[in-house]
């Protein structure tokens, strides 16, 4: 998989572009759903990452990309359920998230937001 042209609301993955945060799990892409966490979004500002939404949680690493200026809020719940499963987190920009994607780390899956 390789990432690249990632603009506010867009990114492309291996040619294909995409206008919606996704999900990268075992290699796949999909939309990622944000409904479970709307709940938190008067918090917040906007629609935090909470452990409501389907994570793609198998693997040893998980990359969340928070936007364009880093402001994607990840609740603490996300870290600790890390911590559980044993799961490497890294949390950085989403422009510092495509980078460490396109390295090609094994067994690493990804959740990125492509605004704020």
Known sequence: ????????????????????????DCGKIR??????????????????????????WRCRRLVIGTGIDGRLPVLSEVQRE????????????TEEAIVLLNEKPPQTNAVLHLTC
């Open 1 to 24: 998989m390789f990432f690249e042209d990632l603009a506010f609301g867009s990114i492309k993955v291996d040619g294909v572009e995409y206008d919606y945060d996704i999900l990268v």
């Open 31 to 56: 939309k990622r759903k944000k409904r479970p966490s709307k709940e938190f979004r008067d918090q917040f500002g906007h629609t935090p990452l909470s452990i409501n939404e389907e994570i793609p």
């Open 82 to 93: 890390a911590e559980r499963r044993k799961v490497e987190l890294v949390i950085v920009p």
